[in-house]
């Protein structure tokens, strides 16, 4: 486990470098680290943040100006690190380890732990283009589409009966869960009625990943209150093994990987969006949300079913160039309104 590996004296990380020592177990930052670490389900997501953790605070040590309490910490320590990291690994690699220390700063600010953020105004290297996903919806998107989706879903009143209102109940139905929990649409068109758990204390959604890995990723209350409803006036004679998303309530097969992504080009059409989408644009309009409104990479990771966190850093790397933009945040428009 990644927490007994960072109290562990004679453990070697992945750098080669000596872990945390005995006489170090008592550092305030350590606790809190420790802390921070518990926030986390996965074990590889823990021991991805150990190691960066492990770097930053090592080499702090190495120069003589040891770090025992968050608090000690400024945006020079940070930078400092980076420009270590840029000169011994590559963007990829240094965005990852960047990451899981502003993470844990991030979350030492949330508890009060510390005064301000040292990281606050600090952004991710960039990485190549090349590898970037399906470009996410804005939120202004995203609020056009819900508010017309809704709008049909709710004159839809007999969904049973009527062809064009089972359309549109699957479209709004699908469309939000698609954009709340971030499925693959490999992920989609297995889901069975039987795995919208509501009985536990938290609502959950249960899926197999790519490679048949399980994966069972909480739901919001509002979903899993919407998705009831569907399944009472839409699915009520299906069994537990039933397809969840069908095209029509008589039908008992799947939706196909085609029909979803044509639904979400239509969608989006419809809306006036002319850019390119597919059902993965959803997926990383997940990601995209999530972080603009704060919520940890790793965490994102672990919601979307990453393997690794390189891959997550890249859905969200559109959010970072615009919040980093200087630009955008020129007054000057604002200036000639007055």
């Known amino acids: 486990m990644a927490l007994e590996r960072l109290f562990d004296q004679t453990q070697q990380n992945s750098e080669g470098m000596e872990a945390l ?22 074990n590889n997501t823990r021991e991805a943040y150990e190691r960066a953790f492990v770097t930053f605070f090592d080499y702090w040590q190495s120069t003589g100006h040891p770090v025992f309490e ?27 380890k960047l990451s899981a220390v502003l993470s844990f700063f991030q979350f030492c600010k949330q508890n009060d732990w510390i005064a301000s953020n040292p990281g606050e105004f600090i952004g991710l290297p ?65 889901l069975r009625l039987g795995d919208l758990e509501t009985d536990g ?53 799947p939706l196909t990987r085609e029909y979803i992504s044509r639904m979400i080009a239509d969608i989006a059409q419809e809306c006036g969006i002319q850019k390119s989408v597919s059902s993965h644009t959803c997926r990383a309009t997940v990601a995209s949300l999530l972080h603009k409104n704060a919520v940890p990479v790793g965490e994102i990771k672990d919601l979307l079913g990453h393997k690794s ?30």
Request: charge should be positive.
């Open 21 to 42: 020592a005995t006489e170090r177990f008592d550092a305030p930052i350590l606790q809190n680290f420790k802390l921070f670490l518990l926030k986390f389900s996965s």
């Open 70 to 96: 968050a608090a000690q910490v400024q945006r020079s320590h940070l930078d400092i690190w980076n420009r270590v990291l840029e000169a011994q690994y590559s963007p990829s690699t240094v965005a990852a």
């Open 126 to 190: 960039r990485i190549s283009r090349s590898k970037g996903k399906t470009e996410a919806f804005s939120e202004s998107e995203i609020r056009l589409i819900l508010g017309k989706l809704k709008e049909g879903f709710e004159r839809a009143t007999e969904p049973y009966l009527e062809s064009s209102h089972s359309r549109a109940w699957v479209r709004y139905v699908l469309f939000l869960t698609l954009c709340t929990v971030g499925m693959r649409v490999s992920e989609v068109i297995h």
């Open 201 to 253: 204390e938290f609502p959950r959604l249960r899926m197999s990943l790519k490679g048949g890995e399980e994966h069972a990723p909480l739901i919001p209350d509002e979903l899993a209150a919407l998705l009831k409803q569907y399944v009472l006036r839409f699915r009520n004679w299906a069994q537990k093994e039933s397809p969840l998303f069908v095209l029509s309530p008589k039908s008992n097969k």
């Open 309 to 338: 966190i390189l891959t997550t850093m890249m859905y969200v790397r559109k959010t970072d160039e615009e919040k980093e933009s200087a630009a955008r945040k020129n007054p000057i428009f604002n200036m000639m309104r007055k």
